[in-house]
């Protein structure tokens, strides 16, 4: 029996691992050539998500607005480097069910989604940007036939009276006008006619137009701000700065931008994994893998983009005098070589003076105007239900001999493990622990902890075993 298996195992191996490595090989190349697509992949994916977010709707709702998603991506078809993919993207490797077995382990070591090679991503946007247009032909009808219909109850509800009636605020508060404006250290000139009509255009904005958006942010800073304000006044960066993420991700840790930046202040991957300050304090790299995204760490992105605006202030100043944060929170927006371009051409370092990208235009006027707002809650109307923000004690540095549970830590820091995963909101959705290892290295951890049991957590974990030395 030996004889015979040992006769038999070459036959069935040989052709097996000559069939493993040739596929390997194919596989690999095609991954490779391929590649190029990962952006093209990436942003199919986030118009999937966007026409399913708008597609989630009650029953009585508006019929979903493709408009501004399709002036979202309409630029990413006409752009030549996406043209030139198309031969590439209709290639679609479809492998035999032999084969996905090494195609799967290839797309695991290059860490890239598991249908990244039978997906047509060209193909998919052109479909879903072709079929947004015509469902936005039907829609619009719709929404107008029930705007009409609402708008006549109004005239009906107005027709008994309307003492009842609340004046929506869209100006500047009196006390605004009166004392001037100070915003992140600098005086803003509300005196001047076209200064405050941007700031006016953008409070009428985010009350009329983006109203209940609006009242979502003020909520979640409630929620997220006094934790970030802490951050922020450790890193000595102008508190104002703690509504920012308001603008970038609307307060949310999952948000993922068509250009792939993620977590609470839209970081994109290379900018959040290196560095390119060579002074310590303001090294802002994050941990970004398939493991752990710090950019959703609420405490750690917070430093991390603290560390960043600081850096593009310097670049922006003049050597001994370091730029304005107005014009460093348009470089975070736009990109600091834009910006430094921008200076040089409009010979000013002045935000109010320099003509900029159509964004970056509003960004600074929205950021100044939802300050406005918070600061005259009861004035524009706007007062939010009280709730507790959010308090946490961090542990840094921390080694593990083992993994650690978060259903165990929830059970030592007597919290529902749903709490400590949205204060540890880097850890991916599916991982149950904190682990000890990660490819045969010890990992080094910051955990989040509900204020108080700082030290007790500390000591229960030494007592139980699970630090190292």
């Known amino acids: 029996m030996r004889r015979l298996l040992s006769a038999v195992a070459p036959c069935i191996l040989l052709p097996v691992s000559c069939f493993v490595v040739l596929s390997y090989q194919s596989l690999d190349r095609a991954v490779n050539a391929r590649l190029p697509l990962l952006t093209a ?113 109004l005239l009906r509800q107005s027709a008994v009276g309307t003492e009842g009636s609340i004046a929506v605020k869209r100006g500047l508060p009196p006390e605004t006008l009166k004392d001037g404006l100070v915003f992140c250290g600098e005086k803003i000139p509300v005196d001047r006619m076209d200064v405050r009509r941007r700031i006016e255009y953008q409070i009428a904005y985010l009350l009329a137009d983006f109203r209940e958006t609006t009242g979502i942010w003020l909520k979640r800073k409630d929620r997220y701000g006094e934790a970030i304000k802490r951050i922020l006044e450790r890193e000595n960066i102008p508190i104002e700065f703690s509504l920012l993420p308001a603008l970038e991700s609307g307060y949310s840790r999952k948000v993922v931008s068509p250009s792939m930046a993620g977590g609470w202040w839209q970081f994109v991957r290379p900018t959040a994994i290196q560095s390119l300050s060579k002074e310590r304090d303001l090294d802002w790299s994050l941990q970004v893998d398939s493991w752990k995204d710090e950019r959703r760490d609420l405490a750690l992105s917070t430093r991390s983009a603290a560390r960043y605006l600081k850096w593009i202030r310097s670049k922006l100043g003049n050597g001994s005098t370091p730029g304005s944060w107005l014009t460093s929170a348009a470089a975070y927006n736009a990109g600091l070589s834009e910006i430094k371009y921008r200076t040089v051409a409009y010979s000013t370092d002045s935000y109010w003076d320099m003509k900029l990208p159509a964004e970056t235009e509003d960004y600074v006027p929205r950021w100044i105007a939802l300050y406005i707002i918070d600061a005259n809650r009861h004035f524009y109307g706007m007062e939010m239900p009280e709730i507790s923000p959010i308090s946490f004690d961090t542990l840094e540095g921390i080694h593990l001999t083992r993994d650690l549970p978060l259903h165990h830590l929830a059970a030592m820091a007597e919290c529902s493990v749903s709490f400590l995963r949205e204060i540890n909101s880097a850890v991916e959705k599916g991982e149950i622990s904190f682990r000890a290892t990660r490819n045969n290295s010890t990992v080094s951890h910051t955990i989040h902890l509900p204020n108080g049991c700082k030290e007790q957590i500390l000591g229960t974990l030494k007592a139980r075993m699970y630090l190292r030395d």
């Open 41 to 153: 992949y990436y942003i199919s994916s986030q118009l999937d998500a966007e026409i399913g977010a708008a597609q989630s709707r009650e029953p009585n709702e508006l019929a979903p607005n493709y408009q501004r998603i399709i002036q979202d991506y309409r630029g990413v078809l006409t752009n030549k480097e996406v043209a030139d993919l198309e031969p590439v993207s209709s290639g679609v490797i479809l492998t035999s069910s032999a084969e996905a077995l090494v195609a799967k382990f290839v797309l695991w070591r290059e860490n890239l989604p598991t249908d990244f090679l039978s997906r047509d991503p060209v193909k998919d946007l052109v479909d879903q940007l072709n079929s947004m247009r015509d469902s936005e032909r039907r829609n619009s009808s719709e929404r107008e036939n029930i705007i009409i219909r609402h708008s006549l109850d």
